[in-house]
């Protein structure tokens, strides 16, 4: 067993050389080695990280240009694009989650810095002449200072990417928490930013746990706070954060549902329920993990997707598999204990994910796909956010019912619906109580240039990530009403002719 790799902070360009003290270890999941050993920073040492961004932002990225903000942006985008598989490779031994899917989240979190390179057109304000005599009225928007993004383990590239990019397009400078679990794409991202030219000190990552979360969110010089996990820990950081006097956005978990109507198309979603539930092994905030087929549909729904689970192969992501492992041996566990759970409380278990052969060396945190029937919604397997490869149908007889099941959910990040009625899917749209649709779709990716978010226990705060809602959070609004008096107002002789 080799000795594991020290993995630490990454503060204005360099690698932190300070001391170790707290660490925490990281791990392949595919086998189960610990691979790396994370040191945790101390509130003081993320006080010295926001000092150095604070210096930054005050020593000239809160003033650059727009053309210098664009040029960096457009020399990262070339990097990220460049060594997007490096960077993938990194997120499967850290995560777990296949190969392809690694280079699927890299893409997605690109956009987001094809977004930003727009920065010059989405900062534009408005202008206003002779709002009164003489005087007119614009607004511009403003970068906020130092601002801190803490992110969750399921997509360690592509979440800071939702944030990173927009913030700094906006001129702030950035704090990055990312995961405890897979830190190591985060820093090889973070000496792109260097690469690209960007200033020491405007893009700094500092690792940790509860001591650091909480000392960014309790530093006066953090300006906004940009948070993703769970529902409890969201709820926890927009109350801290808000309590002292910072603008937060706190994206939480999830509990997504697929409706599928009698006259839908049932080999469609049958791909899409095994996408949307096995992919990424459940672990993304907008996994399908519950089906609501309304009747009489359920049984030949369940034999389709039972079949296609069948071909599936779980394995170490690295070579070719279609799933990957849990994120630690705790997660695994804690899946699995709701399988014992389901079957206890009643639901029928028709395919079991601890009975399959898995395509790895070593220990790995292995669970296959589990599809589960006859589910009820007082049951532990409906009610929590699981997030690992557990599916559970629930059979319901109308579309009424499923659509009470979804809205008294209290989460709402994402749904969706299959059926052939365009009117049924538009009624759908306009009535679920759920921030991202899908219709006839497995689950809506983000886009960029679309703002992403939940609705209910899914987020806290009012703003969603990237998009206008994006630069929005990042910037103050600010509304100039101006008067110049012109020379032939008197006062003034600037060589013009009177009262031309
Ligand atoms: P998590 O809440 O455990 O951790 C998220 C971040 O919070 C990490 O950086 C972690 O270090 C920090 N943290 C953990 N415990 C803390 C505490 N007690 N005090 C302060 N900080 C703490 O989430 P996770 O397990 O890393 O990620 C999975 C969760 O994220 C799921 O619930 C998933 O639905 C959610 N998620 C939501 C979205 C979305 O868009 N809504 C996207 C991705 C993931």
Redesign the pocket.
């Known amino acids: 067993m080799s000795t594991p790799t020290r993995i630490t902070h990454h503060v204005a360009g360099r690698t932190w050389d300070g001391p170790v003290g707290r660490t925490s270890p990281v791990f392949n999941p595919a086998t189960g080695q610990e691979t790396g050993a994370l040191d945790l920073a101390t509130a003081d040492e993320v006080g010295q990280v926001v000092a150095t961004a604070k210096e930054a932002w005050a020593s000239g990225w809160g003033s650059s240009s727009l053309s210098k903000r664009t040029q960096v942006l457009f020399r990262f985008r070339e990097l990220l694009n460049e060594r997007k598989e490096d960077i993938a490779a990194l997120i499967t031994a850290e995560h777990g989650k296949v190969l392809s899917d690694a280079l699927g989240e890299v893409t997605r979190g690109l956009e987001v810095v094809e977004f930003a390179c727009g920065i010059p057109h989405l900062l534009k304000g408005g202008f206003t002449e002779n709002a009164s005599t003489k005087v007119d009225v614009y607004s511009i928007r403003q970068s906020l200072g130092v601002v801190a993004v ?6 360690p590239a592509m ?1 800071p990417l939702w944030f990173v990019p927009v913030a700094i397009a906006c001129g702030n400078t950035v704090v990055l ?5 897979d830190p190591s794409a985060t820093v090889a991202i973070a000496d792109l930013w260097r690469e690209a030219g960007l200033p020491d000190g405007v893009m700094n990552v500092v690792h ?3 001591e ?3 000392a960014l ?1 309790t530093h006066p010089d953090v300006k906004a706070v940009s ?8 709820r ?2 927009y109350e801290t954060g808000t309590a002292n006097g910072k603008r937060v956005q706190a ?4 509990k997504n549902h697929m409706l599928v109507l009698p006259d839908a198309d049932l080999d469609l979603a049958a791909d899409a329920a095994v996408n949307a539930g096995f992919g990424s092994a459940g ?4 996994a399908i993990s519950a089906l609501l087929a309304v009747e009489p549909i359920a049984d030949d729904l369940i034999e389709k997707i039972k079949d296609r689970v069948g071909k599936l192969v779980t394995g170490d992501g690295t070579r070719g598999t279609d799933m990957g492992p849990l ?1 630690t041996q705790q ?1 695994r566990d804690k899946v699995a204990s709701y399988l014992d759970a389901g079957v206890e409380a009643g639901a029928e278990l028709v395919v079991d994910g601890r009975e399959a052969d898995f395509d790895a060396d070593g220990d790995g945190f292995f669970l296959a796909p589990t599809l589960f029937d006859k589910v009820s919604p007082e049951m532990s397997v409906y009610q929590d ?1 699981i ?1 690992g490869p557990v599916l559970s149908v629930l059979r319901v007889q109308s579309y009424d019912e499923g659509l009470e099941l979804i809205n008294s959910n209290p989460y709402g ?1 994402g749904t969706a619906i299959f059926t052939n009625d365009g009117g049924a899917a538009r009624r759908f749209q306009n009535e679920v109580e759920v921030g991202m649709v899908g219709i006839n779709v497995p689950i809506p990716v983000p886009m960029a240039y679309y703002s ?3 609705w209910k226990n ?2 806290f705060g009012d703003s969603h ?1 990237h998009g206008m809602e994006g630069v929005n959070f990042f910037t103050r609004g600010k509304v100039v009403t101006s008067r110049w008096l012109d020379p032939s107002h008197g006062g003034l002789n600037l060589g013009f002719p009177q009262n031309t």
């Open positions: 803490i992110s969750p383990f399921n997509f979440v928490k990312p995961s405890e679990k940790g746990d509860k650091a979360v909480d969110l948070f993703v996990g769970s529902t409890p820990i969201a926890y950081v994206l939480g978990g999830a672990e993304r905030c907008m994120v997660h956010e997030f990040n992403f978010g939940g899914s987020l990530a």
